[in-house]
């Protein structure tokens, strides 16, 4: 019952997919006929993902938009596919490759993260999954929340008592721009409420450090790595594509 806040917020699933799996109901995710028609890439993964019974989290820059010099908007791409005699899981990786992404596994939370093959972007560790690690029985469900909801109903729900960076809900970034709150989206089975947190605290690129007084977490970004000029690289937009 702990998750029952954090649910009660979410969004139906009603978002309509234009992929074609031609797979009978058995459970298993067996070899078939997938097509893809001018699916944008963070849906046609979500549906492959969920279709295969992961647990899985995207890269936050894999749903965004963005913004050029120009003020040109930019959407993640498209994915127009016709594979044959594929499993889901099969064809959600190839399409992964496609677009130089990766799948990383992650023992210590069960969530597998979909990031850029570029980041060498490594598991969290198991003593990362703070707070009650007993797993919940309903599924964690969670449409386009924004991450700072998301991180308060998680850490309520692992027993943990939490402060948030002011940053987190968006704001002026270092180059004087306006940047939005991430969202978060995602259904997990399965798994503890600690093992969800240190997930999103990992996809996000953030940390969580105990206070002076040793009963609160502040949850913060994590130090961006200084380039040769000793100056911060930029935080992308993280805002959902709808």
Request: proline share 7%.
């Amino acid at each position: 019952m702990k998750l029952l806040s954090l649910r009660s917020l979410a969004l139906s699933l009603t978002t309509v997919f234009m992929v074609s799996i031609s797979q009978p109901a058995t459970g298993v995710d067996q070899p078939t006929l997938i097509v893809l028609e001018d699916v944008p890439l963070p849906d046609a993964i979500r549906n492959l993902a969920r279709q295969a019974t992961m647990n899985f989290i995207l890269d936050p820059e894999l749903t965004s938009t963005s913004i050029d010099a120009s003020g040109k908007f930019h959407r993640p791409p498209s994915v127009t596919k016709r594979l044959e005699n594929k499993t889901t899981r099969a064809a959600m990786e190839e399409i992964l490759k496609d677009h130089k992404l990766v799948l990383i596994e992650n023992p210590a939370t069960t969530v597998y993260r979909i990031t850029f093959a570029d980041r060498n972007a490594k598991p969290v560790e198991a003593a990362q999954v703070i707070g009650d690690t007993n797993m919940i029985k309903s599924p964690v469900i969670i449409e386009d929340i924004p991450l700072t909801m998301a991180l308060r109903e998680l850490a309520k729900a692992a027993g943990l008592k939490v402060e948030l960076d002011a940053g987190l809900s968006g704001g002026l970034n270092s180059q004087g721009r306006m940047t939005p709150e991430s969202y978060v989206s995602l259904r997990w089975e399965k798994l503890s409420a600690a093992q969800a947190l240190a997930a999103v605290v990992d996809t996000y690129d953030l940390q969580m450090t105990l206070t002076a007084d040793g009963k609160t977490y502040r949850i913060s970004p994590k130090p961006k790595p200084e380039n040769k000029t000793g100056s911060t690289q930029p935080t992308p937009n993280s805002s959902p594509a709808k």
